[in-house]
Nanobody, 121 residues
Framework: VQLVESGGGSVQAGGSLRLSCAAS????????MAWIRQPPGKDRQGLAA????????YYDDSVKGRFTISQDRARNTIYLQMNDLKPDDTAMYFC????????????????WGQGTQVTVS
């Protein structure tokens, strides 16, 4: 499956962005989907995931209540609505697909998009 992210950009603290991840095939029944970010100079961090057949969602505590993952089955697209953004949210954001044992473990995802940059000032 090919994944293409979009929607990143620069925003002031407190602002919002919505990221999109368009998949080349049906993911609802085939893949668990996640948003994972990598801040500059740091390791990748799992943020949110939605499993096959809509199970979940799952969130990291750092974004719970601010970020929302959702899925449009008709468009084979998942979204990450990000509200109340903070400078610490600055990172490259990736969409990933796979069947991980632990939703937050990046090693469980076999397919990745190219990433979209989010900068919060």
């Amino acid at each position: 499956v090919q994944l293409v992210e979009s929607g990143g950009g620069s925003v002031q603290a407190g602002g919002s962005l919505r990221l999109s991840c368009a998949a080349s095939t049906d993911t609802y029944s085939k893949f668990d989907m996640a948003w994972i970010r990598q801040p500059p100079g740091k390791d990748r961090q799992g943020l949110a995931a939605i499993y096959r057949f809509g199970k979940g969602p799952y969130y990291d505590d750092s974004v719970k209540g601010r970020f929302t993952i959702s899925q449009d089955r008709a468009r084979n697209t998942i979204y990450l609505q990000m509200n109340d953004l903070k400078p610490d949210d600055t990172a490259m954001y990736f969409c990933a697909a796979g069947r991980p044992r632990d939703w937050a473990d990046e090693r469980g995802y076999n397919f990745w998009g190219q990433g979209t940059q989010v900068t919060v000032s």
